[in-house]
């Protein structure tokens, strides 16, 4: 089986590619950058989502759709672009994957779709209510999926990770951020009071839930891809000084310097994994061990 995977350069796409491989599938990955993983069953094309993909895809079983504009921050400084990747680029995938005549697809979404909770845990079908740019552009395109399998009787299966983290995530994330400066002895920096409360899920484990999803899920579902054990933000900033034994100080700051605004901060995010451990998954990799595991291949 082929699986044709968008931002399979990416840092949540490499272990799965990595794992589809060791599995047996052969892996097609279209991405603006090449894969740093070289395997006689991977193939590489240096295209965008925006393109004209058809040809691209037709030849694969599935296609997992993984490129994106990324980062709540960074999509409210370039809103337009967000749309155009995360939308019409998505849009576009699921078409060109259809006219290619693939109907199994996974679309990675994110637990940035349901915005501040207003139930905990947060279960698949709970509100959504997106906050940021970068979150309507997500559920803008699962809408549009589900509207296709609706209209094409497609199988588009969406997985909505909550905060993943692991090695080779880029230095925009809260827990290289923490873990960097800790290594540095620099002072950590956390807006408020540190209570935010979120669900670190490590990528392996990410990568390990997508697979459950594809090979056991049901057609068209939604699935919480996410670890849920809560850490809040100073929990967070003091096991990164203790794991990397830091001197770094623990300095807070009040909200609204810089671009963070209190009003956007989601307090707590704390996922219902229900329908993924009824498929056989939960997550294996918590906190310390996940930072651990880091570390370790920083030395
Ligand atoms: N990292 C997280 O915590 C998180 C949480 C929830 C959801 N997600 C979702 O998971 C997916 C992967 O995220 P990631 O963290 O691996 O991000 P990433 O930035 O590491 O990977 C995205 C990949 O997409 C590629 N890409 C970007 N624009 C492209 C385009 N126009 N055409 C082709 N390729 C393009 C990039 O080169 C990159 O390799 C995204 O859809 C993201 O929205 C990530």
């Not at 395997?39 to 989502?49: A, D, P, Q, Y």
């Not at 290594?183 to 209570?195: A, D, R």
Request: proline share 4%; with cysteine; aromatic share 8%.
């Amino acid at each position: 089986m082929k699986i044709f995977i968008t931002g399979g350069s990416g840092f949540i796409a490499t272990p799965l590619v990595e794992h589809l491989l060791e599995k047996g599938y052969k892996v097609k990955v279209l991405d603006l950058k090449e894969p740093k993983l070289k395997h006689k069953n991977l193939e590489f094309v240096n295209k965008s989502i925006l393109g004209n993909i058809t040809s691209d895809i037709k030849g694969c079983d599935a296609v997992f759709h993984f490129a994106a504009l990324l980062g709540v921050e960074n999509s409210d400084k370039r809103p337009l672009d967000t749309m155009k990747i995360n939308l019409e680029g998505s849009v576009n995938v699921f078409k060109s994957a259809i006219d290619a005549g693939v109907k199994k697809m996974i679309y990675s979404s994110s637990s940035e779709v349901y915005g501040e909770p207003r139930e905990l845990p947060i279960k698949e079908g709970s509100v959504k209510g997106p906050v940021s740019t970068y979150g309507v552009s997500k559920l803008a395109a699962e809408i549009y999926a589900k509207a296709y399998n609706q209209e094409f009787g497609t199988d588009i299966r969406i997985v909505r990770f909550f905060n993943v983290y692991g090695p080779g995530q880029e230095n925009n994330w809260v827990v290289p951020i923490f873990l960097n400066k800790a290594l540095k002895n620099e002072p950590i920096t956390i807006f408020g009071n540190g209570n935010q409360t979120r669900c670190f899920t490590y990528v392996e484990d990410v990568a390990e839930g997508v697979l459950t999803v594809f090979e056991k899920g049901n057609k068209g579902e939604a699935y919480n891809i996410g670890n849920n054990q809560p850490t809040t933000i100073l929990e967070l900033a003091q096991i990164a000084k203790e794991m990397a034994k830091s001197k770094s100080e623990i300095a807070k700051l009040d909200f609204g310097e810089k671009t963070r605004l209190k009003e956007r901060e989601i307090e707590y995010r704390i996922p219902d994994i229900s329908k993924m451990k009824a498929l056989g998954w939960k997550p294996k990799t918590m906190i310390r061990e996940g930072i651990s595991k880091i570390l370790s291949m920083k030395n």
